[in-house]
């Protein structure tokens, strides 16, 4: 398991934090996933092995861009 923290734009609202939730859970090999509107991020758990691509492009699909936080 590893853990990927995630910049996140674009978030407003409650229901956004939702949209992203659902969406990153989404992803192949994401096991848990804690998003802070406040700070627009987002802690994701799982087996990145395949990188983190997937992560970047479902968010980037619901209108919500990212990048991984180093």
Same mark, same amino acid.
């Given at each position: 398991?590893?853990?990927?923290?995630?910049?996140?734009?674009?978030?407003?609202?409650?229901?956004?934090?939702?949209? $992203?939730? +659902?969406?990153?859970?989404?992803?192949?090999?994401?096991?848990?996933?804690?998003? =802070?509107?406040?700070?627009?991020?987002?802690?994701? $758990?799982? =087996?990145?092995?395949?990188?983190?691509?997937?992560?970047? =492009?479902?968010?980037?699909e619901e209108g919500?861009?990212?990048? $991984?936080? +180093?």
């Amino acid at each position: 398991m590893e853990t990927i923290n995630l910049s996140i734009t674009g978030m407003t609202c409650g229901n956004c934090v939702k949209h $992203v939730e +659902k969406a990153l859970k989404g992803v192949a090999g994401v096991t848990g996933v804690e998003v =802070d509107l406040a700070a627009g991020a987002a802690r994701v $758990v799982g =087996d990145f092995s395949k990188g983190t691509a997937a992560l970047l =492009d479902v968010l980037n699909e619901e209108g919500y861009p990212a990048q $991984v936080k +180093k």
